[in-house]
Nanobody, 122 residues
Framework: QVQLVESGGGLVQAGGSLRLSCDASGDTNGTYVQGWFRQAAGKEREFVAAIRWSGDGTYYADSAKGRFTVSRDNAKNTGYLQMNSLNSEDTAVYYC???????????????WGQGTQVTVSS
């Protein structure tokens, strides 16, 4: 089992930045990729970014390219999502997740955090 805990969400003005963290614990030896997803009110959960657990290999949704950066610190077993140039469309609950195989869809992830709210005011 893998436990994931997100932090770093909050209220930010449009154009601002936030950095989300995802602390992992438990048996992470079999994990292959760590992903970030978000779910806005009334919408389906969508992929934002992912990074291989080893730290090499990153993947981004078109909406995140050029604004968001995903990274990992394996010494701390923590993943990060740096979000810049935020706008109101980025308002959502953000989740980190872990998968044992390569995948970018929510159904391919085995473990999920509880989510952290990001609200961007215009």
């Amino acid at each position: 089992q893998v436990q994931l805990v997100e932090s770093g969400g909050g209220l930010v003005q449009a154009g601002g930045s936030l950095r989300l963290s995802c602390d992992a614990s438990g048996d992470t030896n079999g994990t292959y990729v760590q992903g970030w997803f978000r779910q806005a009110a009334g919408k389906e959960r969508e992929f934002v970014a992912a990074i291989r657990w080893s730290g090499d290999g990153t993947y981004y949704a078109d909406s995140a390219k050029g604004r968001f950066t995903v990274s990992r610190d394996n010494a701390k077993n923590t993943g990060y999502l740096q979000m810049n140039s935020l706008n109101s469309e980025d308002t959502a609950v953000y989740y980190c997740a872990a998968a044992t195989i390569y995948g970018l869809g929510p159904g391919e992830y085995d473990y999920w955090g509880q989510g952290t709210q990001v609200t961007v005011s215009s």
